[in-house]
């Protein structure tokens, strides 16, 4: 993991790449979605046969942070003349939004069923250290404003309370329909805590989404972002 830390330093980079993020995730155990960066069209066909149809094909820039404003996104990919025509519009869309930007290519990676979304931030505050945030996601995050906090590292006791302290627990315990995995998200938490602490040079950690499946089936991280701490004194 320092690996890919100082390789990202060493080209004059703070943000990491989708896939250099998802490898630190699948170090530390955070379950995510399989990715491979693709540098062409046949690249990205290549990767799409290995991951098996349908994929999700996303713009790999350091300096385009939102990419569905970019039209850098592409999901549920099912053919090859898909995952082509898709690699050329995505990079189309993304020099014509930015044409100064450092693009590396197009991550090309698995597809994974919708599932309850929730949001696990994690950064340096300066004054009190290492801090990790959860609430729920999708449509709910602009709904409920609501997240609970703590300090990392967490206890699997810790990591547990934050889950049910949000306004929108009901819907994670079922409320009507079947639970889901609160063991799996409380894993992850727990988790996206010790890595925060653990490397003080990163400045702030996003998992959003993190798709949580029903009770038994697991939790994985969608998307991720992670930004490095400034260089300096």
């Known amino acids: ?24 995730l ?11 960066l693709a540098l062409d069209a046949d690249d990205a066909v ?7 149809y349908p994929v999700v094909m996303k713009i790999a820039s350091p300096d385009i942070v939102s990419k569905t ?21 995505i990079m189309a869309n993304a020099r014509a939004f930015k044409p100064d930007a450092k693009i590396f290519g197009i991550t090309v990676q698995e597809y994974v069923p919708p599932a309850q979304e929730v949001v696990i931030n994690s950064f340096q505050d300066p004054l009190y250290g290492a801090v990790v945030a959860f609430g729920l ?10 997240f609970s906090l703590r300090l990392a590292p967490l206890t699997e006791q810790e990591a547990r309370k934050m ?21 799996a998200l409380t894993s ?11 490397f003080p040079e990163i400045a702030e950690f996003d998992l959003d989404p993190v798709f949580v ?14 930004v490095l701490k400034e260089e300096g004194p």
């Open 1 to 24: 993991m320092a690996e890919i830390l100082a390789s990202v330093r060493s080209q004059g980079r703070r943000v990491l790449l989708e896939h250099e993020a998802k490898q630190l």
């Open 26 to 36: 699948v170090a530390w155990g955070i379950p995510t979605t399989k990715i491979k």
């Open 46 to 52: 290549r990767a799409a046969r290995a991951l098996k």
């Open 69 to 89: 404003e970019v039209m850098g996104v592409k999901v549920g990919l099912s053919s090859e003349v898909e995952v082509r025509n898709a690699f050329e519009e």
């Open 137 to 146: 996601g999708g449509p709910w995050v602009e709904v409920l404003k609501d």
């Open 163 to 183: 889950i049910s302290e949000v306004k929108g627990y009901p819907l994670l315990e079922g409320d009507g329909r079947p639970p889901a995995d609160l063991s």
């Open 188 to 198: 992850v938490i727990q988790k996206a805590g010790s890595l925060i602490h653990e």
């Open 213 to 226: 499946f029903q009770k038994g089936k697991g939790a994985i991280a969608v998307g991720v972002q992670i």
